[in-house]
């Protein structure tokens, strides 16, 4: 179970709408004093007026300093939410990869390194990492995508083998299809692929409460995600083909 969300300092980065919102949404709603953080400041005051928390514009990976300040001193949670949606194959400029990179991991590398010494010093602290299912499997037409998010699932779960026992709990967001801005701008392949079982942002807020209170590693939103990851570990090639196929589908709408 859960510790009292009443009172604790909580972060969400890119929470000027999405999930970042809800998130913040949420955990303001449990009683927590909540930090919105957003590049665009007129979305980040917008979502912490109406639910009472403070604001903190700027870039995620260097919101820690400015976030604990706003918080009296002390983070205790951080949901590291920000993230890219870059499409594109190989082919994608090199900024576009490195741009991904660095917001969709190294934005959370950054912000684990800010926070773990005061969360190891008093033995707890809660990292929640927004990644995707496709840094479970896979997502067509957005290799930069895929791969950043591979790295942040990777990263999220270094965290959690290497500090749970001392006091540390690490989640990982991994949904499918959500109705956000970010689904929209995913054009022919987010229609094919994700669309159709899109959920709202919401139920990725309830479904990482949930998982809080069950202290699970891993968020599935959409539960049929954990059937397709095991199918992809236990036998790649028969999972390979089947999202071979979704791609010439694809392929063959983009004529």
Avoid at 38 to 64: N, P, R
Avoid at 81 to 93: D, I, K, R, Y
Avoid at 154 to 180: D, K, M, N
Avoid at 215 to 223: A, G
Wanted: overall charge negative.
């Amino acid at each position: 179970m859960v510790e009292t969300l009443q009172d604790k300092g909580v972060v969400v980065t890119g929470a000027g709408g999405g999930i970042g919102a809800a998130l913040a949404l949420r955990f303001a709603a449990a009683g927590a004093r909540v930090v919105v953080n957003d590049l665009d400041a007129a979305k980040a005051e917008a979502v912490a007026g109406e639910i009472g928390a403070v604001a903190v514009a700027g870039d995620a990976s260097a919101v820690v300093a400015e976030a604990r300040e706003a918080l009296g001193g002390t983070v205790d949670v951080y949901c590291a939410n920000a993230g890219l949606g870059s499409g594109g194959s190989e082919a994608a400029p090199e900024e576009v990869w490195a741009t991904a990179w660095d917001v969709n991991v190294m934005a959370h590398v950054r912000a684990a390194h800010e926070l773990l010494p005061g969360w190891l010093e008093r033995g707890s602290g809660r990292f929640v990492s927004t990644v995707s299912a496709a840094g479970l499997l896979t997502m067509i037409g957005a290799a930069p995508y895929s791969v950043t998010k591979h790295g942040a699932y990777a990263f999220a779960e270094w965290l959690s083998l290497t500090y749970r026992h001392r006091g540390i709990s690490v989640h990982a967001i991994c949904p499918q299809g959500v109705r956000t801005d970010m689904l929209a701008a995913t054009g022919s392949a987010g229609d094919l692929v994700l669309t159709p079982t899109a959920i709202e942002p919401a139920d990725v807020a309830d479904a990482l409460f949930s998982g809080m209170a069950e202290d699970r590693f891993l968020i599935l939103p959409h539960p049929e995600v954990a059937e397709y990851y095991r199918i992809r570990a236990a036998e790649p090639d028969k999972w390979l083909t089947g999202m071979n196929h979704i791609q010439q589908k694809w392929e063959a709408t983009e004529r």
